[in-house]
């Protein structure tokens, strides 16, 4: 059977953007180019259809998802639809989630060679946390979130001279042990569509959660990071750790 590469990746990429990738190590890893030779690539696979109807309606009258965000600005966000295929190569397999700068899809790389790519990831710690008895993560979770977050901020302050900021549990998310929760994340699009409304430029659906998956926790979103080197202003860490004055 031929393998299928799943991976996730933004509709819209916050600016700056910088040159690192997360790895299963919940550190980060400067990209180095590839110089890609597209006479030795595969003959690639066939985009999977997706059912054309069978998902509830919303209300177009009624906010969803990013629309909720009070800074949200459909203009800024990239229309993505569940079935399209970016770039000749990557097919959207469906809406894991959204933030204030953007929304996040599973992709399938229809091609079949090796390539850098960021991982698909699991859900946040916040997320977690909703679905443990009494919201409480166990020491030994906290001691190994603890120990991968450290390593990432070393690598990003002493290496790549990246001040984080926003560090807060949306923001690191678990790794996938497990890749069948990929493929049954996949199906269920085709088995059950996500309900979804339709407005004349966009589409906006719901997002469908991954099943649970305990791999290694990885810190995440560099949309609120600034260069370590230049003078700072603003707001750059969440408002739950603000001195009360800033605020």
Same mark, same amino acid.
């Given at each position: 059977?031929?393998?299928?590469?799943?991976?996730?990746?933004?509709?819209?990429?916050? =600016?700056?953007?910088?040159?690192?990738?997360?790895?299963?190590?919940?550190?980060f890893r400067?990209?180095?180019?590839?110089?890609?030779?597209?006479?030795?690539?595969?003959?690639?696979?066939?985009?999977?259809?997706?059912?054309?109807?069978?998902?509830?309606?919303?209300?177009?009258?009624?906010?969803?998802?990013?629309?909720?965000?009070?800074?949200?600005?459909?203009?800024?966000?990239?229309?993505?639809?569940?079935?399209?295929?970016?770039?000749?190569?990557y097919q959207?397999?469906?809406?894991?989630?959204?933030?204030?700068?953007? =929304?996040?899809?599973?992709?399938?790389?229809?091609?079949?060679?090796?390539?850098?790519?960021?991982?698909?990831?699991?859900?946040?710690?916040?997320?977690?946390?909703?679905?443990?008895?009494?919201?409480?993560?166990?020491?030994?979770?906290?001691?190994?979130?603890?120990? $991968?977050?450290?390593?990432?901020?070393?690598?990003?302050?002493?290496?790549?001279?990246?001040?984080?900021?926003?560090?807060?549990p949306n $923001?690191?998310?678990?790794?996938?042990?497990?890749?069948?929760?990929?493929?049954?994340?996949?199906?269920?699009?085709?088995?059950?569509?996500?309900?979804?409304?339709?407005?004349?430029?966009? =589409?906006?659906?719901?997002?469908?959660?991954?099943?649970?998956?305990?791999?290694?926790?990885?810190?995440?979103?560099?949309?609120?990071?600034?260069?370590?080197? $230049? $003078?700072?202003?603003?707001?750059?860490?969440?408002?739950?750790?603000?001195?009360?004055?800033?605020?």
């Amino acid at each position: 059977m031929k393998e299928r590469r799943l991976l996730g990746f933004r509709a819209v990429f916050p =600016t700056p953007s910088f040159p690192y990738s997360t790895t299963t190590h919940s550190a980060f890893r400067r990209i180095l180019p590839i110089k890609r030779d597209m006479a030795h690539l595969r003959s690639p696979s066939k985009p999977r259809v997706f059912p054309s109807s069978g998902w509830d309606i919303i209300d177009p009258c009624i906010p969803i998802e990013e629309e909720s965000i009070p800074t949200y600005r459909p203009e800024k966000f990239c229309p993505v639809y569940i079935g399209e295929v970016f770039n000749h190569r990557y097919q959207v397999l469906g809406k894991l989630g959204y933030g204030s700068t953007a =929304t996040v899809w599973l992709g399938r790389d229809l091609f079949d060679y090796t390539c850098l790519v960021h991982p698909p990831l699991g859900i946040s710690l916040d997320q977690l946390t909703q679905l443990l008895p009494g919201g409480v993560m166990s020491s030994a979770m906290v001691r190994t979130t603890i120990r $991968n977050v450290l390593a990432a901020l070393d690598f990003l302050h002493t290496e790549a001279h990246v001040i984080r900021t926003d560090l807060q549990p949306n $923001n690191i998310l678990l790794g996938i042990k497990d890749n069948s929760v990929l493929s049954k994340f996949e199906q269920a699009e085709v088995d059950m569509p996500v309900p979804r409304k339709t407005l004349e430029n966009r =589409t906006t659906y719901f997002s469908r959660p991954l099943s649970v998956s305990y791999g290694t926790p990885v810190l995440c979103d560099l949309g609120e990071a600034r260069l370590g080197t $230049n $003078n700072q202003k603003g707001d750059i860490m969440p408002d739950i750790y603000r001195a009360p004055e800033v605020i």
